[in-house]
Nanobody, 121 residues
């Protein structure tokens, strides 16, 4: 059974930074794509950024130039560095593990519990 555990969320002022982590157990982490999604109140869960097993990345337009994803296969962990945060980035952030990097939530079988990010104006 795969377990994903996110950490690093919190409250930050607009323009500030946060770093999220997602630790995985139960699978050969290095073989899988890892993706971050987010869900704001009253909205659908949306794709943020993903990273292939080989390190290639894909970002949503809304976060390009501000967010950076990375992974440490030795630690079974993926990171999301979030800079220049905006109030509209406020959401619960989820990490997901899958065989392929896709923006469709239906293609992911394993999810973390989520971590709240709140950006004040």
């Amino acid at each position: 059974q795969v377990q994903l555990v996110e950490s690093g969320g919190g409250l930050v002022q607009a323009g500030g930074s946060l770093r999220l982590s997602c630790s995985a157990s139960g699978r050969t982490f290095s073989r899988y794509a890892m993706t971050w999604f987010r869900q704001a109140p009253g909205k659908e869960r949306e794709f943020v950024v993903g990273i292939w097993s080989g390190g290639s990345t894909y970002y949503a337009d809304s976060v390009k130039g501000r967010f950076t994803i990375s992974r440490d296969n030795a630690k079974n962990t993926v990171y999301l560095q979030m800079d220049k945060l905006k109030p509209e980035d406020t959401a619960v952030y989820y990490c997901a593990l899958g065989l392929a990097l896709t923006t469709d939530t239906r293609h992911y079988d394993y999810w973390g519990q989520g971590t709240q990010v709140t950006v004040s104006s």
